[in-house]
């Protein structure tokens, strides 16, 4: 049906909400609480093909008898997202939005408006940044500095945004506190540019952008979604994980070169996570099993930085650092080891601070980001004295970061061991989650130290490590944190005191895929998550997902199937090699559809029913509120 078609049927809902906002617009100023008494008006309605989103609701910058809000235009069970804009005929017209997809008259109450519908979905990239630069700025995103977030990574923008925003304002008005960061995903793992994705035919499940979303869509996604929930609270948008990788120096400045380019495509976020993690000496480090000895370090420390250069390191670290009663003091050798371990690696987010400061500088608003330089990936555990010294080279050297992540001992989208040993029904022990990880130290303190508390130790390293964070201003990000049960998060919150940056992605997108394995079976959703398993084992059988590509088989032989686990107790239960890699074919082609419908799983899951649509955004902000429900201190 056109949109001339569809006017016929949409007329009399716009006339009735107009009539609402010109009522109330005659007897008060715009703001939430006018929009709050316009939107209890207008939910008495009987609407049947227009659903308003009335907190939207804002007035023209120049006309102020104009206004906007945004709506979906509901024709036969599909929404199409509009813009709608009311001009009463005695008044002049704005301009802002040139192009509408459809004009028409109404009569709401004594006025006869003129409506224009302007197309507004999420792919409506140029209308949306009109909106939010023109028509009221305050839905654009800013820099988080100290405030503490859930920081939800969004694989279906379109589908998980609105919940998770939702989420945030029930976070807001329960628990008085602003957790909004959102529009969050890995620049150089889960994104690309647009560029880059329009030559990704999705046969390599690990390459970058395998969520088929771009960096600048999910920016104007991000935008979209806070336009559409009328957040005016402020909201951190992250470009997270610009990754550098390489085996060799060509590679590397390669690496750089197209990080820097996806920086420049970034500009408009407003808090930069880089990972220069493989660039870490981990040789350097005495945890290593093949750990350098102190010549080797010597030699190395003197190939890596001039004479005065030395000098400099030697002299800014051998003063001690006095932080909430604690001293720490560098020798020499730890100075010369730390700086092999991690020069590489700071001298490179300092480059890379330096793109991201002047990309942000073309931009007409907004300078200010919020800089996190990533431990995180690190094979080694993150001491305090680690964290100590990499921010307070940045700090000294005009590169300040305000959010720093620690290598915890957190895998991504697992529960966090309580106990020192496995056992049957029981999960696993923290010996065993350490097996193969350069965590020697991990059980050995916990038994020692702490009598065998797993969670306890976890507690008091999380509380030192965020006291040397909030020593430089800045706040402790909470990385790999989907998956993670009560106990750890009620002893983050706490060890914080509240102030955690907590960043989640991958069990949003999960819930989406509970959702479909819970359709009937033989329904078309539910074999369309049949095809996603399949087509993961496929990949794993072709060895696309390295050495995890043997789990497929593995966990198939466990008798763990299609399940995905019990999302309330961190999924231990499931086929974790589906929990870590399914979300990876969403970038693949449907190449097993009965009907020939080769397209890829992510637009045939943007086509998800508003039944099925419903239930996975209910989920998603409930799992939201809950963390943040836990992470209270």
């Given at each position: 049906?056109?949109?001339?078609?569809?006017?016929?049927?949409?007329?009399?809902?716009?006339?009735?909400?107009?009539?609402?906002?010109?009522?109330?617009?005659?007897?008060?100023?715009?703001?939430?609480?006018?929009?709050?008494?316009?939107?209890?008006?207008?939910?008495?309605?009987?609407?049947?093909?227009?659903?308003?989103?009335?907190?939207?609701?804002?007035?023209?910058?120049?006309?102020?008898?104009?206004?906007?809000?945004?709506?979906?235009?509901?024709?036969?069970?599909?929404?199409?997202?509009?813009?709608?804009?009311?001009?009463?005929?005695?008044?002049?017209?704005?301009?802002?939005?040139?192009?509408?997809?459809?004009?028409?008259?109404?009569?709401?109450?004594?006025?006869?408006?003129?409506?224009?519908?302007?197309?507004?979905?999420?792919?409506?990239?140029?209308?949306?940044?009109?909106?939010?630069?023109?028509?009221?700025?305050?839905?654009?995103?800013?820099?988080?500095?100290?405030?503490?977030a859930i920081a939800a990574g969004n694989r279906h923008p379109e589908i998980s945004l609105p919940a998770v925003f939702e989420a945030y304002r029930t976070i807001l008005?329960?628990?008085?506190?602003?957790?909004?960061?959102?529009?969050?995903?890995?620049?150089s793992r889960e994104m690309t540019t647009d560029e880059a994705l329009i030559t990704r035919d999705g046969e390599d499940p690990t390459a970058a952008g395998h969520t088929?979303?771009?960096?600048?869509?999910?920016?104007?996604?991000?935008?979209?979604?806070?336009?559409?929930?009328?957040?005016?609270?402020?909201?951190?948008?992250?470009?997270?994980?610009?990754?550098?990788?390489?085996?060799?120096?060509?590679?590397?400045?390669?690496?750089?070169?197209?990080?820097?380019?996806?920086?420049?495509?970034?500009?408009?976020?407003?808090?930069?996570?880089?990972?220069?993690?493989?660039?870490?000496?981990?040789?350097?480090?005495?945890?290593?099993?093949?750990?350098?000895?102190?010549?080797?370090?010597?030699?190395?420390?003197?190939?890596?930085?001039?004479?005065?250069?030395?000098?400099?390191?030697?002299?800014?670290?051998?003063?001690?650092?006095?932080?909430?009663?604690?001293?720490?003091?560098?020798?020499?050798?730890?100075?010369?080891?730390?700086?092999?371990?991690?020069?590489?690696?700071?001298?490179?987010?300092?480059?890379?601070?330096?793109?991201?400061?002047?990309?942000?500088?073309?931009?007409?608003?907004?300078?200010?980001?919020?800089?996190?330089?990533?431990?995180?990936?690190?094979?080694?555990?993150?001491?305090?004295?680690?964290?100590?010294?990499?921010?307070?080279?940045?700090?000294?050297?005009?590169?300040?970061?305000?959010?720093?992540?620690?290598?915890?001992?957190?895998?991504?989208?697992?529960?966090?061991?309580?106990?020192?040993?496995?056992?049957?029904?029981?999960?696993?022990?923290?010996?065993?989650?350490?097996?193969?990880?350069?965590?020697?130290?991990?059980?050995?303190?916990?038994?020692?130290?702490?009598?065998?508390?797993?969670?306890?130790?976890?507690?008091?390293?999380?509380?030192?490590?965020?006291?040397?964070?909030?020593?430089?201003?800045?706040?402790?990000?909470?990385?790999?944190?989907?998956?993670?049960?009560?106990?750890?998060?009620?002893?983050?919150?706490?060890?914080?005191?509240?102030?955690?940056?907590?960043?989640?992605?991958?069990?949003?997108?999960?819930?989406?895929?509970?959702?479909?394995s819970e359709q009937p079976a033989g329904s078309r959703w539910r074999q369309l998550y049949e095809r996603m398993v399949e087509r993961a084992n496929q990949f794993a059988?072709?060895?696309?997902?390295?050495?995890?590509?043997?789990?497929?088989?593995?966990?198939?032989?466990?008798?763990?199937?299609?399940?995905?686990?019990?999302?309330?107790?961190?999924?231990?239960?499931?086929?974790?090699?589906?929990?870590?890699?399914?979300?990876?074919?969403?970038?693949?082609?449907?190449?097993?559809?009965?009907?020939?419908?080769?397209?890829?799983?992510?637009?045939?899951?943007?086509?998800?029913?508003?039944?099925?649509?419903?239930?996975?955004?209910?989920?998603?902000?409930?799992?939201?509120?809950?963390?943040?429900?836990?992470?209270?201190?």
């Open positions: 049906m056109s949109i001339a078609q569809a006017w016929g049927f949409i007329a009399d809902d716009v006339a009735a909400v107009a009539d609402r906002i010109f009522q109330h617009a005659a007897v008060g100023a715009l703001d939430n609480g006018l929009r709050s008494r316009i939107n209890g008006d207008v939910s008495s309605l009987r609407l049947s093909a227009l659903q308003p989103y009335v907190e939207s609701l804002e007035g023209d910058p120049v006309h102020a008898s104009n206004y906007y809000f945004a709506a979906d235009r509901v024709t036969g069970g599909s929404h199409t997202p509009v813009l709608v804009q009311l001009t009463p005929v005695s008044a002049p017209a704005s301009r802002l939005f040139p192009n509408p997809i459809h004009t028409g008259r109404i009569q709401a109450g004594s006025k006869e408006i003129l409506v224009s519908l302007i197309p507004f979905a999420s792919c409506d990239h140029e209308n949306i940044h009109i909106f939010a630069e023109e028509v009221n700025p305050v839905f654009l995103p800013r820099p988080q500095r100290t405030r503490p008005r329960e628990m008085h506190v602003n957790m909004a960061s959102t529009a969050q995903l890995s620049a088929r979303v771009s960096i600048r869509h999910l920016y104007h996604a991000g935008l979209w979604a806070a336009i559409r929930a009328g957040w005016r609270e402020g909201y951190n948008a992250e470009a997270d994980h610009f990754i550098i990788s390489g085996k060799n120096p060509r590679e590397i400045r390669g690496s750089v070169e197209a990080v820097k380019e996806a920086i420049r495509q970034a500009a408009g976020y407003t808090k930069f996570t880089t990972d220069t993690s493989r660039l870490f000496e981990l040789e350097a480090d005495l945890r290593h099993p093949q750990a350098w000895s102190d010549s080797v370090v010597a030699e190395r420390f003197q190939q890596l930085f001039s004479d005065g250069e030395q000098r400099w390191i030697l002299g800014e670290f051998s003063q001690p650092f006095r932080i909430d009663g604690a001293s720490y003091d560098f020798a020499q050798e730890e100075i010369i080891r730390l700086a092999v371990k991690f020069g590489q690696s700071l001298r490179l987010n300092e480059e890379l601070f330096d793109t991201i400061r002047a990309a942000k500088a073309r931009l007409k608003c907004g300078r200010d980001f919020d800089f996190e330089p990533s431990l995180d990936e690190a094979e080694t555990l993150t001491t305090a004295k680690e964290l100590l010294f990499y921010m307070h080279w940045l700090k000294v050297r005009g590169r300040p970061a305000q959010l720093l992540p620690p290598n915890l001992g957190f895998k991504k989208r697992q529960a966090y061991p309580e106990k020192m040993e496995s056992a049957a029904g029981g999960g696993i022990g923290l010996a065993d989650y350490c097996h193969r990880k350069m965590w020697n130290e991990l059980p050995s303190r916990a038994q020692e130290d702490f009598g065998g508390k797993a969670l306890e130790e976890l507690a008091a390293r999380v509380s030192e490590l965020a006291a040397v964070v909030r020593y430089f201003d800045a706040t402790l990000s909470i990385h790999s944190g989907s998956g993670k049960q009560p106990a750890v998060l009620e002893r983050i919150g706490k060890a914080t005191d509240g102030r955690v940056n907590y960043k989640i992605s991958g069990e949003l997108q999960l819930q989406l895929f509970d959702v479909l059988t072709a060895g696309a997902f390295g050495a995890e590509s043997e789990l497929a088989a593995q966990f198939v032989n466990l008798g763990r199937g299609v399940y995905l686990g019990n999302t309330k107790h961190g999924r231990v239960d499931g086929n974790l090699f589906l929990v870590f890699w399914l979300g990876n074919v969403v970038g693949s082609r449907d190449v097993g559809s009965p009907d020939g419908d080769c397209r890829f799983f992510k637009e045939k899951l943007d086509e998800l029913p508003d039944d099925l649509l419903q239930e996975v955004r209910r989920r998603n902000t409930r799992y939201v509120v809950w963390l943040a429900e836990h992470l209270q201190p």
